[in-house]
């Protein structure tokens, strides 16, 4: 399905309500380190496709819903199981991190 653009009047119904775990990626257009970390969540969205969905969020147009969640820095990933924040990324950071707390997420063994 790759990546959803989700805004403040689609958040509650395509991320709370969602029966997947969730990733969403709060943004803005002027930001450098959220352009650099596009590719490595499309890569995620891909890999996980049908266990994850994956959400942007422009924070430059949807100012309620950075606010409800206290995004202070972007690019920042919120992860979402039941409606609920259960683990966040603020900052650019290597797929191999990102994927970590996917398959935490999911419930996958993570590697060491």
Do not use: H
Not at 31 to 38: R, S, Y
Not at 43 to 69: H, M
């Amino acid at each position: 399905m790759g990546v959803l653009e989700v805004n403040d009047a689609t958040f509650d119904q395509e991320v709370l309500k969602s029966e997947q775990p969730v990733l969403v990626d709060f943004w803005a257009v002027w930001c450098g380190p959220c352009k650099a970390i596009v590719p490595t969540v499309d890569a995620v969205a891909a890999k996980y496709a049908g266990q994850l969905k994956v959400a942007k969020v422009n924070v430059d147009q949807n100012g309620a819903t950075p606010s409800r969640y206290n995004i202070r820095g972007i690019p920042a990933l919120l992860f979402f199981k039941d409606g609920k924040v259960v683990d966040q990324i603020e900052g650019w950071k290597p797929q191999d991190v990102i994927e970590e707390k996917i398959q935490k997420l999911l419930g996958i063994p993570v590697a060491n």
